[in-house]
């Protein structure tokens, strides 16, 4: 399964808490937006989705926090496709501390292909599920960044 790079951030003080670490939400900010980067290497591009009135909605989320981040921290997120079904795919971020190597977090996600106007779930098109599958096989012309 080949991870790509998908977003890079640094902490700033006002994303911190009262005890000086990363605050939760910008977790989940940052690994949202690599979110977008690791769907649109397939084609969930924001264009295929206005067009065919299609959307992707995240059903199960879960974050793992491994190590603090502090302020000034730089940061890598790098993520991967684990599975596609017909309607859905399981993915996961690990977003980590770029001086020191440490992973700072981790998360996995199922997310949903759905029909915006009929507001259900509905197939994933043939040439995107095969290029989720040849990121999860390895097959990808995609460059691995690890």
Known sequence: MQWIETHRDVVYPWQCDHMGHLNVMF??????RAT??????????GAYLRKRDRGMAAVQSTVSYRSELVSGDLIVIRSRFLEVHDRKVRFEHEMTNVESGEIAATNELVGVHI?????RACPIPAEIRSSVEKLISGESSERPDR
């Open 36 to 45: 977008w980067h690791l769907f649109s290497s397939v084609g969930f591009t």
């Open 115 to 119: 029909d915006r106007t009929a507001r």
């Open 27 to 32: 977790y989940t900010g940052m690994f949202d």
